[in-house]
């Protein structure tokens, strides 16, 4: 009853997260009847960003570029690297404007029941940067979930033995948060993590 | 912070409805990072549709060919025609598999204020279209909306002095539904609308 070309758009549409059938569906008909321009555009940004898009040779967040902005930016603090998960974890600690050195990204988190290892998440190419660098302070912003503690121990052990402050961020309750609410790990996180009052 | 091509991206996305700053950004790095054949599958057929997909001639939903696949069956009942509007309606009425007719689809529904007349929604087509068929009863399946309501009389009004059966979808309680959690305008309906139980 839908015309094949339409079939196959919609289909085409459900590869993005969060899309099912009738967002597809709604997508699709609002694309061709209301906004043309808007799904042109968006055709060719995405052919255009998946050709050039790729890894900063340094940090392997996303850029089109060789270096990202930040890799590049000679007034970022060169002696402290943070390591992150993800671009959306990058980008939400840049956006709270709280962090000026440098950054490496991993791809996601270690998991060898899924055959995730390190070299898959690049942690070796994390040891050659920390060694190239001048390096003092390594801060481990993986998630607190099972796979990103995991992957912040192995990175631990691996830089234990060199002479790099090692630091992970802190847990526990989030500003604005109600004690009530919180889960226990968070509250035994936040007890642990006391720190002087000032 | 993110690349400029990134932020396009990430723009662009934001056309489709229901996607916000944070859903564009997730699906970016999703189309990037993990699905990057998959995107450029979307972006090759939005092209080609956007390209190649105008309104069927007779009944005007969405079709690449001239005559839609509906009006182009000749195993349709050619005497009932069914006015909608939007493809959506007309996808979830050929779904319900209750409907062997023709369609004839409007583009939305009358809205004088926001300047949107009986030309601008194909009205002069469907009147058109019921002068060279062989029409015998037009159903008005528009939506129990108030522009919906107003557009299924205005039709109504226009046909009224030709020897055509002219019906309205009936309104009552949907299948499933439960009286005590049903409008008072849907209840009313369902009263006025009451038939002889067989």
Redesign the interface.
């Known amino acids: 009853?839908?015309?094949?070309?339409?079939q196959?758009?919609i289909q085409?549409?459900r590869?993005?997260?969060?899309v099912g059938p009738k967002?597809a569906?709604?997508?699709?008909?609002?694309?061709?009847?209301r906004?043309?321009d808007?799904?042109?555009?968006?055709?060719?940004?995405?052919?255009?960003?998946?050709e050039?898009?790729g890894q900063c040779q340094q940090c392997h967040t996303?850029?089109?570029?060789d270096l990202?902005?930040?890799c590049s930016n000679p007034r970022r603090d060169q002696s402290v690297l943070c390591v992150v998960g993800?671009?959306?974890d990058?980008?939400a600690i840049?956006?709270s404007g709280s962090y000026q050195g440098l950054y490496f990204q991993l791809?996601g988190h270690l998991s060898p029941i899924d055959g995730i290892g390190p070299e898959e998440i690049g942690i070796d190419a994390l040891m050659e940067l920390v060694a190239r660098k001048p390096v003092e302070e390594v801060i481990l912003a993986n998630n607190p979930t099972v796979e990103g503690e995991a992957t912040a121990y192995y990175i631990a052990n691996l830089l234990a033995e060199q002479s790099i402050k090692l630091t992970r961020i802190a847990h526990g309750i989030p500003m604005g948060g109600e004690l009530e609410y919180v889960d226990g790990g968070t509250l035994t996180h936040a007890f642990n993590g006391r720190q002087q009052f000032k």
Chains 1, 2 share one sequence.
Do not use: H, W
Not at 62 to 65: D, I, Y
């Open positions: 009853m839908l015309s094949p070309l339409l196959n758009l085409a549409l590869v993005l997260p969060g967002s569906q709604r997508m699709a008909f609002y694309l061709l009847q906004n043309v808007g799904g042109k555009q968006l055709s060719e940004v995405l052919a255009d960003a998946l050039n898009i996303l850029t089109e570029a990202c902005g930040i993800s671009p959306a990058l980008l840049e956006q791809t």
